[in-house]
């Protein structure tokens, strides 16, 4: 089984959407763990079905060991990212975890990914699904 850590923040917008796309493609192949920088974002991602979730800095820099993928917007391993909730410490532990990432290029930082085309968050998330499909076999 394919264990998905599924980050977010603020309001998880993006996490829930990703939660809700994995378990309807993949449906009870893969675990996914719904990580919150607050209660809000966790919350939302457990509305669309995450086997479990958790929050705060210390639940993501644990959990980020112990999965085998990594998803959320591109700010969750950027130090301060998230309008300030993803702290240095989470920004590391992400970055460093032996697992994928796979990063949708949303942020609302001072950063801009030179080469990407702009696409609407559900053509990403199409993506992403593409991308989990054809690397792993789930």
């Not at 309001?11 to 009870?28: A, C, D, N, P, Y």
């Not at 999965?67 to 309008?83: F, Y």
């Not at 942020?107 to 609407?120: A, S, T, Y």
Request: charged share 20%; no cysteine.
């Amino acid at each position: 089984m394919l264990r998905i850590a599924v980050v977010d923040g603020q309001g998880g917008g993006i996490g829930s959407l990703i939660v809700k796309r994995l378990k309807e493609t993949f449906g009870e192949r893969v675990d996914i763990t719904a990580l919150g920088t607050n209660a809000a974002a966790t919350a939302g991602m457990m509305k669309s079905k995450a086997n479990r979730g958790a929050t705060g800095e210390n639940a993501i820099v644990w959990n980020s060991t112990r999965v085998d993928l990594i998803t959320g917007p591109i700010s969750m391993v950027l130090a301060n990212g998230m309008l300030g909730e993803v702290t240095p410490r989470m920004a590391e532990a992400l970055s460093s975890s032996p697992a994928e990432k796979y990063l949708l290029p949303l942020n609302q930082e001072l950063v801009v990914m030179v080469g990407l085309r702009k696409e609407p968050l559900p053509h990403l998330i199409d993506e992403l699904i593409t991308l989990i499909k054809e690397k792993f076999d789930v």
